[in-house]
């Protein structure tokens, strides 16, 4: 791998880190919120789904511009990465509500832990359509992008058809504004945070032989930043879609980060190592919260708990990648090597 290469890397790493904690952030000051406590909630935090989506379509078409995978290697990569926590965190919330039903506010049952880990869309008593681990919708999401992504790996040119299918299916929705709960969620305007990183990843190729291109990519950065905010500012209380919000921010963040010199200091390291558990933090840091929320003293100030938070979901979701995450995901490579040797 080149140096370049290596940079390029980490800095995606890195960004995994800072959208996984922008959510942490916005969930953390809800929920401090929620409590009776006075503090602004920082809803600016759930650009950092936004950023995973647009990361995600950037990663994929870098992938196939760089191994030319089948879909069946694609497949059974994406779901040694997703399923294992998932499917864990899912079962343990659904014993866990069985027998402490207060901590839920919805019945947990049957056929709604079997949609949530068949990653079947589904309307919950709130209105909204959430698996049991709320936060499993952005799942949803990623794993029909994956579904297409191998489909396109049926062609000769997997990201221009994936970016055509992406886009005709938002399209479609558009046009027939189904009723039915499935459709109405795959068809959503989000699809298109996966078609922008998968262009992104082609005006990064363009770019990145550039003389230039190092100060390019830290002038996307810090433009994508200030464009959030300021489009944030303007349109997040008229209800407009985040997508008018968050699609060009994210996409100019994540080519910039692409293109963008690495800082070899101690926190751009650690910060790359915190990227390895992203998924960790993402995906069980509210029910972390919870437990902190309920065991922490009320007379902490703000600055403490938060401090505490930080440390305690970052330490438990990196031993959660270290002990849990990175052995299924290499147990599950493993078979799929003996597989192919046997064939």
Not at 84 to 99: C, G, K, R, S
Not at 147 to 152: H, K, R, T
Not at 254 to 266: E, K, Q, R, Y
Not at 271 to 296: E, F, N, Q, T, W
């Amino acid at each position: 791998m080149s140096p370049h290469e290596k940079q390029r890397l980490q800095n995606l790493q890195i960004l995994r880190f800072v959208a996984a904690f922008l959510v942490v952030w916005f969930h953390w000051t809800s929920l401090y919120a929620s409590v009776g406590h006075e503090i602004r909630v920082f809803q600016i935090g759930v650009f950092g789904v936004d950023l995973f989506f647009v990361l995600s379509g950037f990663i994929m078409a870098h992938m196939y511009a760089n191994a030319r995978p089948t879909s069946l290697w694609f497949l059974q990569r994406r779901v040694a990465r997703l399923l294992p926590l998932y499917w864990l965190a899912t079962v343990l919330f659904f014993v866990t509500v069985q027998v402490a039903t207060h901590l839920s506010s919805e019945p947990a049952t049957l056929v709604k832990l079997a949609k949530s880990l068949a990653f079947i869309p589904y309307l919950r008593e709130s209105d909204k359509i959430q698996p049991l681990l709320f936060l499993g919708w952005t799942l949803n999401y990623e794993v029909l992008f994956y579904v297409v992504f191998a489909i396109g790996l049926q062609t000769p040119k997997p990201v221009g058809v994936t970016i055509c299918l992406l886009i005709g299916g938002v399209t479609a929705g558009y046009v027939l504004q189904p009723t039915q709960v499935i459709f109405r969620f795959w068809l959503e305007p989000i699809l298109l945070e996966f078609v922008a990183g998968m262009v992104g990843f082609k005006i990064y190729d363009i770019m990145r032989k550039h003389p230039m291109a190092r100060l390019c990519g830290v002038a996307l950065m810090l433009g994508g930043a200030l464009l959030c905010v300021l489009l944030f500012q303007r349109f997040s209380h008229l209800g407009t879609h985040r997508i008018i919000v968050f699609l060009l921010p994210a996409t100019m963040i994540v080519v910039g980060a692409s293109l963008a010199p690495n800082f070899s200091v101690i926190w751009t390291q650690v910060s790359s190592k915190l990227g390895d558990a992203s998924y960790a933090i993402y995906l069980v840091h509210p029910y972390m919260m919870k437990v902190l929320i309920m065991a922490l003293p009320a007379t902490f100030p703000f600055a403490l708990t938060s401090s505490i938070m930080i440390i305690t979901v970052c330490a438990m979701s990196y031993v959660t990648f270290v002990y849990f995450e990175r052995p299924a995901m290499k147990a599950i490579q493993k078979v799929r090597l003996r597989k192919e040797i046997r064939t």
